[in-house]
């Protein structure tokens, strides 16, 4: 990297910016645009068309000779298909580079080889991109070239939403509309819009990717499924914070310059708790973009650790017994006018509107914990959830003392007359400057924490889109908003009314907030008698999807038909049982191709060596010890691996979706379990230069 290089003008000079649009259209097609990007509307052929030109254009300036329209199907991951821009060559031989508006605003990619939950069937396969005018154009480079990405939505011949993309937006504009009538209320007729900001916090692993790939269960699952600790693991908390060492700051920069280039404000970077994992975190953007460039992160961070030799994992628990990875979505809700409708101010009692709107967030979270816990739910993510390193599976709110304080005296005494302030930091050092704490603490255990002007739901499993969580959190809100606008706007005294709602939501639903320790066996107890729901995996969860309060909630804003949804909850099922299928399969080959044979090897060894000890009248006790050891685990391991072999056997038998789910989580993932046990004893019998994979030690510590 140049020492000298300008960040300024690096950042966003491989994206089609509303600056470069300014530049390169006529004022009445930019203002067409800006118009539909701020308010909605139908675009125009004639404008579609000088926009794909313009765009076209300035892709061909920077090097792309094909575009793409970049989708976020149910994978979890993205999709493109590259069209090259060449035409039909001229009378005269000549190729003609050319890009139609009608190219821009839509695409038809086959529906029916993504995942739909029965929405397509294999013959129907037609499905359309359409692009999101709100979210930027940019250039991808790489092996195939220079790539012009068009950021879509995917949906199927019927309209039925395919991908992460078109319900998000849906939802953006609901909490938009409900959240306007609530400002409206409160005397505010300037904004035209009330926008959800997001900013992910993204942790992940580097790994040596030669080691990397000595691992089967690596690279076929993101996951050790094998592995016993190494004698030092993350109880020294040296690692969090600490010093970057050489190789993983040369990637970091390489991730930075190629974020900034991307347009995506990559802001933060540090060592996380466990050893070789890190986080990166942007900063807030409106919520649809958030969610683009969260793909871009994890997409981008995979493509630069290969070409520093390295493998980044994005699994949410690629080692046990360390911290895995989660990603912190923090969410928040500002007016076009800048106005944050989640800042307290400096006295929270006083301000009305965010008291309204905080009773509202308790409401919706309350009404649909089980829903904002589906949101989260992911085969990778039930080996964090409650395991006393992420959230607990129960959702609850964290306010902070300020807040809970300004709660309880609107709860007991119907009236909130001060506001905890913070106080002088007192360090005891003469030469250090003082200042002012916070009004209130951080609570890291909390699924859903208030942090000062926004919401930080860490439920998020760290290979995860985000666009469901926020999906779901724009749709909640937006109900909850909805239903106090509809009294507020018909009471006669708006004031004791508002007081009235205000007090009646925060008594109502009270008992989602929780300020202790998450960990703790006396919380689940705790909330249990609160009625607090726990819902401790993925299959659990999937159902939340299709009650009858959540199809009418999603139905009522128009983000999801009761048939989207019951399709989203069969691909729940079938994901989680293709996900564990394909780990108690790379399990089974890994211990017959290579752990058995090189455990017998070394068995064949140590009997070699009792055999000869004894020949010549040594006394060889140790060596039958350990040989007997091993063997008895080597047992075990048969054992547990023809139960595992005969528990997938019979899932295949199975044809209903959710059926085989349950069985797949009740039989499958706990002999999976059975099986690694005695596997993780014998790899601390076996000489390690036998040992047939790179252990524990050598992946996180020889980064």
């Avoid at 409106?286 to 699994?315: F, P, S, W, Y």
């Avoid at 009773?359 to 992911?378: E, F, N, P």
């Avoid at 469901?468 to 509809?486: K, Y």
């Avoid at 249990?528 to 199809?551: F, H, M, Q, Y």
């Amino acid at each position: 990297m140049n020492d000298n290089l300008n960040v300024e003008e690096l950042f966003g000079s491989k994206v089609f910016t509303l600056g470069k649009m300014k530049e390169r259209l006529p004022e009445k097609e930019f203002n067409e645009i800006r118009t539909l990007m701020d308010h909605g509307g139908e675009l125009s052929l004639k404008t579609a068309d000088v926009v794909a030109k313009a765009m076209k254009d300035w892709a061909i300036e920077n090097g792309a000779t094909h575009y793409t329209h970049w989708f976020q199907p149910l994978t979890g991951i993205t999709a493109e298909k590259h069209d090259a821009f060449v035409t039909h060559p001229d009378a005269e031989g000549r190729m003609i580079m050319e890009f139609r508006g009608k190219e821009l605003i839509k695409g038809e990619p086959d529906a029916s080889s993504f995942p739909s939950g029965g929405l397509r069937a294999t013959f129907e396969a037609r499905g359309y991109t359409a692009w999101d005018v709100t979210s930027p154009a940019f250039l991808r480079e790489d092996a195939t070239g220079v790539i012009l990405c068009i950021p879509t939505a995917f949906c199927s011949f019927k309209g039925e939403a395919l991908d992460k993309k078109t319900p998000l937006l849906r939802s953006m504009e609901a909490i938009s509309e409900q959240a306007l009538r609530i400002v409206r209320l409160f005397g505010n007729t300037e904004a035209t819009k009330v926008i959800p900001s997001v900013g992910a916090e993204q942790e992940y692993f580097l790994v040596d990717r030669e080691k990397y790939l000595q691992r089967e269960d690596l690279k076929l699952t993101g996951r050790t499924l094998f592995g016993a600790p190494a004698p030092k693991g993350q109880e020294m908390d040296d690692h969090y914070f600490g010093t970057i060492r050489e190789r993983i700051g040369s990637f970091m920069k390489d991730i930075n310059i190629e974020l900034w280039k991307l347009g995506v404000t990559a802001k933060t970077q540090h060592n996380e708790v466990a050893p070789a994992q890190h986080e990166l975190a942007p900063i807030y953007e409106t919520a649809n973009i958030a969610v683009d460039h969260n793909q871009l992160v994890m997409e981008i961070m995979k493509k630069v650790a290969e070409r520093h030799g390295l493998a980044c994992l994005l699994h949410e628990k690629p080692f046990a017994g360390m911290n895995g990875s989660g990603k912190h979505d923090n969410w928040s809700l500002s007016t076009d006018t800048g106005e944050n409708l989640l800042n307290p101010g400096d006295t929270p009692n006083e301000n009305i509107q965010f008291l309204l709107v905080l009773a509202c967030i308790l409401k919706a979270v309350d009404t649909h914990a089980d829903l904002l816990r589906q949101s989260a739910a992911d085969v990778g993510n039930d080996h964090r959830l409650g395991a006393d390193e992420a959230p607990p599976a129960i959702i609850s709110v964290f306010l902070g003392e300020q807040l809970e304080d300004v709660v309880k005296q609107l709860v007991e005494t119907g009236a909130a007359v001060r506001s905890l302030q913070g106080e002088k930091l007192n360090t005891g050092v003469s030469t250090l400057p003082d200042f002012m704490k916070d009004a209130t603490d951080r609570n890291r255990t909390s699924p859903f924490a208030f942090t000062g002007n926004k919401f930080e739901f860490r439920m998020v499993g760290s290979r995860d889109s985000i666009g469901s969580p926020n999906t779901v959190l724009n749709t909640i809100v937006a109900e909850a908003f909805c239903e106090a606008a509809d009294i507020l706007e018909k009471a006669d005294n708006f004031d004791m009314a508002v007081h009235d709602l205000i007090k009646e939501y925060m008594t109502e639903h009270r008992r989602i907030i929780f300020s202790g320790n998450g960990y703790s066996p006396e919380w689940k107890e705790e909330a249990a008698r609160r009625g607090l729901p726990n819902i401790s995996c993925t299959v659990e969860a999937a159902s939340a999807l299709t009650t009858e309060k959540s199809v009418k909630l999603f139905e009522k804003f128009k983000i999801f038909t009761k048939a989207e949804l019951e399709s989203r909850e069969e691909i729940e099922y079938e994901l989680y049982t293709k996900a564990i299928n394909i780990e108690a399969r790379t399990m089974i080959d890994m211990v017959k191709r290579q752990i058995m044979p090189a455990v017998m090897d070394y068995t064949g060894m140590l009997a070699d060596t009792i055999k000869t000890l004894e020949s010549i009248k040594v006394d060889a006790t140790v060596q039958n010890e350990i040989l007997n050891n091993i063997t008895a685990c080597l047992k075990e391991t048969n054992r547990a691996l023809k139960a595992l072999e005969e528990k997938v056997e019979a899932a295949k038998k199975m044809e209903n979706g959710k059926e085989k789910a349950f069985y797949t989580r009740r039989e499958i993932f706990f002999a999976m379990e059975d099986l690694r046990r005695p596997v993780d004893n014998l790899e601390t019998m076996v000489d390690k230069e036998i040992w047939p994979m790179p252990t524990y030690g050598d992946l996180v510590f020889e980064v």
